[in-house]
């Protein structure tokens, strides 16, 4: 089979862990014999072509007014102006048209979009392809693509939402198979109008598990990811000032908000943090015995918290987007809508019990390239 993958960004590039998940979803693919070729975005001012672990991939510049993939502040109107240009790109249009006509793939898979716009699925039904369209994010509601906005969760019914999203559900209508990466994400897309007349399904992200050393007494406590308040890093130093004389706390991750950084930073060196900086994940993981992510937006799936957990280790988090439903399917997931206050007693209570093989199995590569593999024969009952 010919698969068209797009995604906003693929290897190097990464700002998420949708990045991580497409590329796991490619390879697989790739390896299982099938021909695969992942379009995305390039802040380069050529077309890119290149091959990694059997995988094609297309780097195509992005026409838009800047690249938005750094920590480099924009003023409103820049921003403004861009999010205008997204919101129907007809320059990506064609490129992407172009993409899809050389290929001829027979299916076509799209992810994050931002930056090619739903004009993309005009492009593919243009091209007379059967498309899968994977919700990671929540870009079809707001060009932040988090609902997250001034420390904050936004209101699905909110006037800036209703504004960005009303185009996108047009242009959904050229959806054939709708994929959600947890029930969370696909019920919040499906109950706003999203998807009417698609087949819907929900697949996890592969997750591969990693080797680290075993927990005997939890002592050591680690926050892993960007280093913002939107990630809760400001109450993982408040846990970690209040019980630094009995844990030692650790931080692996960058901060990616220049105007929150020194604020954090400074909290951080008053709670005994220690700072890290980027950390490859089994280095962090065998550095800590359990791991605090006050989380405050609606994470759609939780790949952080699933690679602890298949790593044996104890996850403290809150009730937010998928994190719920995880507890409920994965062992050593402790809830609590208020960190602060439970740390200790989850902490000091918790006993981290062993992951079932199937379990494992369930997050695999082959598990979730087969899934969607039924996904693009058209089969039901994923």
Known sequence: MKIMIFNTLYFPYRIGGAEVSVQLLAEELALQGHTVRVVSLTEGDEREVTTLNGVELVKLPLSNIYW????????????????????????????????????????????????????????????????????????????????????????????????????????????????GISQFIKKQHCDNAFFKRAGHHVIYNAVSKIEADKVKDIKRIGFIGRLSTEKGFDIFCNVAGQYKRKYSFIAAGNFVNI??????????????????????????????????????????????????????????????????????????????????????????????????????????????ANQYLRVYNGKSGV
């Open 259 to 368: 105007e929150e950084q020194q604020s954090l930073m400074e909290l951080a060196n008053k709670s005994d943090v220690t700072l890290k900086g980027f950390m490859k994940l089994d280095d962090f993981l065998n550095q800590v015995d359990a791991v605090v992510l006050p989380v405050r937006w609606d994470e759609p799936f939780g790949r952080t918290v699933v690679e602890c957990v298949l790593a044996d280790k104890l996850v403290l988090t809150n009730p937010v987007g998928a994190m719920t439903e995880l507890s409920m399917l994965l062992p050593n997931i402790i809830i609590t809508d208020n960190i602060e206050r439970d740390f200790d007693d989850k902490i000091a209570t918790a006993e981290i019990k062993s992951i079932d093989s199937s379990l494992i199995e369930r997050f695999t590569p082959r598990e979730i």
């Open 68 to 179: 938005p993939f750094t920590n480099e502040n924009k003023s409103f109107l820049k921003k403004a102006i861009w999010h205008l240009f997204d919101y129907l790109n007809v320059k990506m249009y064609f490129k992407a048209l172009k993409e899809i006509q050389i290929f001829a793939p027979d299916i076509v898979h799209t992810n994050n979009i931002s930056g090619f716009s739903v004009l993309l699925w005009k492009a593919v039904k243009k091209c007379k392809v059967r498309l899968i369209h994977t919700s990671r994010d929540y870009y079809l509601f707001h060009p932040n693509s988090t609902l997250f906005s001034h420390g904050q969760r936004m209101s699905l019914k909110g006037e800036s939402i209703l504004f960005w999203s009303a185009i996108k559900r047009v242009y959904d209508r050229h959806v054939d198979e709708y994929v």
